[in-house]
């Protein structure tokens, strides 16, 4: 096969590890927003729930959490998961989601009490103090954090591989059987390049930003 015929088959690969990468983002950012209210609630059972579930989803491989959400409902349930890319998609949305909660927990922490008194004298309800006082620094504070997460988890989609999920690493590896080395290393071209974009574009947002002081 020659380099146009390789290159597409591996674009259509990577296409899937775009989509995953891309729907993971939009389910685990606010599910890990809800997760973070929980484990900071008042609630203590609810608190304890969270904080216990973020600890064994960020203390155990994201490869086990695949196996185990793609085997496991048809095992136990009898319910298996419609497609090995849905049970992929959930894998990394509870994984990501956890993550991020730790993140946004962390921003949020670490904006002074003052803040939040300064918002009550001036007469402002919780949700407004958060709005217009807390958000913007919660933002700036997570960027870094946040897209070095972002940045990890376009790679991490290659493990969707493991439960045979058609990406662009599985597709070279295909090509490596029929005695072709070169696309396995190629594929590195094409996180490179979106990588690269990505880290371009959280500059430009960190920059952005930058008039904003805490």
């Known amino acids: 096969m020659d380099l146009l015929s390789i290159s597409k088959t591996l674009l259509e690969g990577f296409g899937e590890n775009l989509k995953l990468f891309v729907l993971t983002l939009v389910f685990s950012l606010p599910v890990g927003l809800i997760i973070t209210f929980c484990s900071t ?27 185990v959400v793609f085997y496991v409902p048809g095992i136990v349930f009898h319910t298996p998961m419609k497609t090995r890319f849905m049970a992929a998609l959930v894998a990394f949305v509870i994984n990501y989601s956890c993550y991020f909660s730790e993140i946004y927990r962390g921003g949020i922490e670490s904006v002074s009490v003052g803040q939040h008194e300064a918002g009550q004298v001036l007469g402002m309800t919780k949700s407004q103090i958060f709005f217009r006082i807390v958000l913007m620094q919660v933002v700036k504070k997570i960027i870094p954090p946040m897209s070095n997460e972002i940045i990890t988890l376009v790679k991490d989609t290659s493990l969707a591989r493991v439960i045979a999920v058609s990406e662009i690493i599985m597709m070279a590896d295909r090509f490596t059987a029929r005695g072709l080395i070169w696309p396995l290393f190629y594929t590195g071209l094409f996180f490179l390049i979106f990588n690269g974009i990505l880290t371009i574009l959280f500059g430009r947002i960190e920059k952005k930003l930058d008039y904003y002081t805490i």
């Open 41 to 67: 609630s008042k609630f203590a059972p609810v608190r304890w729930v969270a904080k216990t579930f973020v600890w064994i989803i960020r203390g155990t491989p994201l490869m086990l959490q695949l196996f």
